[in-house]
T-cell receptor
Framework: GENVEQHPSTLSVQEGDSAVIKCTYS??????FPWYKQELGKRPQLIID?????GEKKDQRIAVTLNKTAKHFSLHITETQPEDSAVYFCAASKGAQAGTALIFGKGTTLSVSS | DGGITQSPKYLFRKEGQNVTLSCEQN?????MYWYRQDPGQGLRLIYY???????QKGDIAEGYSVSREKKESFPLTVTSAQKNPTAFYLC???????????????FGPGTRLLVL
């Protein structure tokens, strides 16, 4: 079945460093790729998303890149801050229809130390 | 996110008991989803519904049931057939033009289910 692999599972950085989380997906029909941030005990919050007709998208310190040929997408966080510490999930749409379900990676626990 | 509510926040289930988790949204979204979250497992899809009176099984539907009688509501029942129900359950919705894309899913605050 469809699958999303996410690496690394844990990531520790110093404040001000950059952090990169990588995901690969298996469904060639996937065309929507969101990233969520989840703090302990809270709901996942969308931080950035990208569609397959775009190769890169940036929002302040956060950027996402997509290589549809390689079925690979990545989250880049620059100038990390302690409040960036959380679990980050990547996801890919199950197919190409709007309102379709998402397949999630298993998450990356990011720790930013000051 | 404030447009999606889940209740209760904590739920305790006794052996052999069915319990129902509530999910309501006032975002006029067409599609609604139920996910289960276990430590280190990410979010796994239980059931989803793209329109009223219709729903599809996700990856881990066994031991669960749903209904979608109203657009705003998508309750999840954890039946006694689900042998390991302890988890954090998240409801989400999308569609209807909210967000940057119709695909953007917004999550409720979750229900933590514990077995007595």
């Amino acid at each position: 079945g469809e699958n999303v692999e996410q690496h690394p599972s844990t990531l520790s950085v110093q404040e001000g460093d950059s952090a990169v989380i990588k995901c690969t997906y298996s469904d060639s029909a996937s065309n929507y790729f969101p990233w969520y941030k989840q703090e302990l005990g809270k709901r996942p919050q969308l931080i950035i998303d990208i569609r397959s007709n775009v190769g890169e998208k940036k929002d302040q310190r956060i950027a996402v890149t997509l290589n549809k040929t390689a079925k690979h997408f990545s989250l880049h966080i620059t100038e990390t801050q302690p409040e960036d510490s959380a679990v980050y999930f990547c996801a890919a749409s199950k197919g190409a229809q709007a309102g379709t379900a998402l397949i999630f990676g298993k998450g990356t626990t990011l720790s930013v130390s000051s | 996110d404030g447009g999606i509510t889940q209740s209760p926040k904590y739920l305790f289930r006794k052996e052999g008991q069915n319990v129902t988790l509530s999910c309501e949204q006032n975002l006029n979204h067409d599609a609604m989803y139920w996910y289960r979250q276990d430590p280190g497992q990410g979010l796994r899809l239980i059931y989803y519904s793209q329109i009223v009176n219709d729903f599809q099984k996700g990856d881990i539907a066994e031991g669960y049931s749903v209904s979608r009688e109203k657009k705003e509501s998508f309750p999840l029942t954890v039946t006694s057939a689900q042998k390991n129900p302890t988890a954090f359950y998240l409801c989400a919705s999308n569609g209807g033009g909210s967000g940057s894309f119709g695909e953007t899913q917004y999550f409720g605050p979750g229900t933590r289910l514990l077995v007595l």
